[in-house]
């Protein structure tokens, strides 16, 4: 599976939320269980090899760098949103045109199998993106997945922009895709910050690269607590309860 794939871990976040207790921290870099939220994702990408695991990096990016030195990093200064972020990584798969994953470093409890749900689908039905979506009986504000009357991806609404009806749709976008790399590298050059954060949003690219003919799919699982990104010590706490469950 790991043949002709690569992975982009986004992990330059500040974590502005979380210093409630005057940690400065970058967000990644948090303790639960005595490691880092990144210690866990990286683990569960084990099955690829460290040099084809690129680690997007900015606030305080020697910390995350001196704990995690054999993985190749590529600087993010400015965070101008998901999008911005994966566009400082593509420089590190230059002259690649295999597939990439995409995924957060401060979403510990996604397990390798879920992973490698994603990648297989993506795989075996040829997509220039396969999208991880999921039902979760956790409140997330993650954006809804619109489908068109066969079922097949429309768009992703954000959660802020959603009307009543839409906030009724249970399919979550998890924000994690495999994409194909020179689809990828197109879309990235299509994405506009005429938004009022300013931000390059890395769900744009799915819905461009639909309007422009390619193929996207959809990996729907249910993922429950999988899917919680640590943004608040309320989550960072749901995340170590999680983590010494599954140890024990």
Known sequence: MSDNLKAIVLAAGKGTRMRTDGCDLPKVMRLACGQPLLHYVLGELNFLPVEDTVLVVGYQKEVVTAAFPAYPAMVQDQQL???????????ALEGFDGDVLVCYGDMPLIQRSTYDALIRAHQAEGNACTMLTGTSDVDLPYGRIERDEAGKFLRIVEQKDCTSEQLKIRELNVGVYVFHV?????ALTHLKNNNASGEYYLTDAPEWLRQNGRQVGICKLSLGREIIGVNTPDQLAEVE?????RKN
């Open 182 to 186: 020179p689809d990828l590298r197109e």
């Open 241 to 245: 309860e999680t983590l010494n469950n």
């Open 81 to 91: 949103g998901t999008g911005h972020a994966v566009m400082c990584a593509m420089p």
